[in-house]
C-alpha cells in the first residue's frame, strides 16, 4: 500500500491530484481519461468522478496498487 500524504491544513484532496502525486498519471487530462474509463476504483467500485475527494483513510486503487490518504506529519 502506497502513502499520499495531505499538505499541512488541507482536509481533503481530489481524486485526479492524488493521482497526479502518486506519479500515476502525468496530467490532469490524462487523470480524468483514466478514471473515466474505469481503471480506478475506490471500495471496490470503478469511480468515475476524477473530481471525487479523499479525506484521510480513503483508500482507491489503481493499476492493481492501493493508495491510502493520510494527513500531513507536520
Known amino acids: 500500500m502506497e502513502i499520499i500524504r495531505l499538505r499541512a491544513g488541507e482536509e481533503f ?8 502525486k502518486a506519479s500515476l498519471v ?5 487523470a480524468k481519461m483514466r478514471v ?3 481503471e480506478v ?3 471496490g467500485r470503478p469511480e468515475e468522478r476524477p ?16 493508495y ?3 494527513t500531513s506529519d507536520h
Not at 479523499?54 to 489503481?62: A, E, M, N
Open 13 to 20: 484532496i481530489k481524486l485526479s491530484q492524488a493521482m497526479k
Open 26 to 30: 502525468d496530467s490532469g487530462a490524462e
Open 36 to 38: 473515466r474509463l474505469g
Open 41 to 43: 476504483t475506490i471500495d
Open 51 to 66: 473530481g471525487k475527494k479523499l479525506f484521510p483513510g480513503d483508500c482507491f486503487v489503481c493499476d492493481k496498487e492501493t
Open 68 to 70: 491510502r490518504i493520510e
